[in-house]
């Protein structure tokens, strides 16, 4: 079982960053594939970010704002989020698969329980 709890979230102002965290349990946290997804409201879950297999990955609406990283000695996923737009505003979940794992949440085992991210304009 692997638990993974978010924090970073907040309120911004359009146009600034914040940087979300994501730590892990577990002892293999390195081979696990890492998502970011967020979800606003009224709107399904949306793919963001996922480093898998080596490989990092983007959804087209925040390649070039958003940065995926991982420090795999500190069990710990980041996202780094820059230049936010209002449309950014959503809530920002975590997830590990132990499988090469990408776009779908369907793919993913294990969730965080979400960190609330509101950019004003």
């Known amino acids: 079982q692997v638990q993974l709890v978010e924090s970073g979230g907040g309120l911004v102002q359009a146009g600034g960053s914040l940087r979300l965290s994501c730590a892990a349990s577990g002892r293999t946290f390195s081979t696990y594939a890492m998502g970011w997804f967020r979800q606003a409201p009224g709107k399904e879950r949306d793919f963001v970010a996922a480093?898998?297999?080596?490989?990092?990955y983007y959804a087209n609406s925040v390649k070039g704002r958003f940065t995926i990283s991982r420090d795999n000695a500190k069990n710990t996923v980041y996202l780094q989020m820059n230049s936010l737009k209002p449309e950014d505003t959503a809530v920002y979940y975590c997830?590990?698969?132990?499988?090469?794992?990408?776009?779908?949440?369907?793919?993913?085992?294990?969730w965080g329980q979400g960190t609330q991210v509101t950019v004003s304009a």
């Open positions: 480093w898998s297999a080596g490989n990092k």
């Open positions: 997830a590990a698969s132990n499988r090469d794992s990408r776009y779908y949440g369907s793919q993913y085992d294990y």
